[in-house]
């Protein structure tokens, strides 16, 4: 038993058991060679039985008589196994596959969760922007209106972004009110034109829920992939980007680039400032 089940788990492709034909050219495949194997073995016996007086027929007779009855018997009962195998394998199939789907899936959104968000995070490869995507005031409608709207807005939103990014880029749910969005390839300026463009339609939205007209507004912080960051600081210059248009009032979307101006600026105020006491202590 061991030496056919090391066989068929040799000769076995998972993912080709997803339809009728593929199991029944399985079935017929393993009949045949359990029909060949049984013949061979009953050739085998038969000089066996004939020393021992079991048969007394013409050898030729007995020949065609013992192919014949591998394959009606063999032949038929192999066959109708390995079919019960094949749909067995198929089920066991499209169970591993919903359940590799399920485990990477935010069950409230629909989109992909932080486990699959990760992956893809980790396997960034070419040209391609980070989008870190966050709800304007969540917390306030939680407070407002009720978890249930919260929830409601949280999959609006999400349909909005998977309409937007499309099957190309990943977008995931990193938990709470905060979503990921990897965009993979088509020049940065058309990268920031779909963040652009989500925000956009998010802000134009209306949210009904028991009677109430909800309104939300979204803002988000870019950073780009490149073979010289590692994957930990393109989230951090996200990140960064993502606060900063939090503090620059919201419902915007700012590129890592307005990091630098917003140092810039920090710095010529403190220049300002340094100026300022020197010359406030000078006429002291």
Request: glycine share 8%; with cysteine; charged share 25%.
């Amino acid at each position: 038993m061991n030496i056919i089940r090391k066989w068929l788990w040799r000769h076995i492709d998972l993912g080709a058991f997803d339809n009728q034909k593929a199991i029944a050219t399985f079935a017929l495949s393993v009949s045949c060679r359990a029909v060949i194997l049984a013949s061979l073995s009953s050739l085998a016996t038969l000089p066996v039985l004939y020393g021992l007086g079991f048969l007394t027929m013409p050898v030729d007779q007995a020949v065609k008589l013992t192919v014949a009855f591998s394959w009606l018997f063999g032949g038929a009962f192999s066959g109708a196994l390995a079919y019960v195998a094949g749909l067995v394998i198929r089920d066991l199939t499209l169970s591993r596959a919903e359940f590799e789907r399920l485990s990477r899936t935010d069950t409230l959104s629909g989109l992909a969760n932080r486990r699959a968000f990760n992956d893809a995070f980790s396997r960034v490869d070419g040209e391609a922007s980070l989008a870190i995507i966050d709800i304007d005031r969540f917390k306030l409608i939680n407070d407002h209106f009720g978890h249930h709207v919260g929830d409601l807005v949280i999959q609006e939103i999400s349909t909005v972004l998977r309409q937007v990014f499309g099957e190309r880029n990943l977008v995931a749910r990193l938990g709470g009110e905060e979503f990921g969005v990897i965009l993979i390839g088509s020049g940065l300026a058309q990268r920031l034109a779909l963040v652009e463009r989500a925000r956009s339609l998010v802000a134009g939205s209306r949210f009904f829920c028991d009677g109430i007209e909800i309104t939300a507004t979204i803002f988000a912080g870019v950073a780009e992939f490149s073979a010289d960051r590692r994957p930990e600081w393109v989230y951090a210059q996200a990140d960064k980007a993502l606060y900063l248009a939090k503090t620059d009032g919201r419902d915007r979307v700012l590129h890592e680039a307005a990091l630098v101006s917003a140092e810039e600026s920090s710095a010529d105020d403190r220049d300002n400032s340094a100026l300022v006491f020197d010359g406030l202590r000078a006429e002291g």
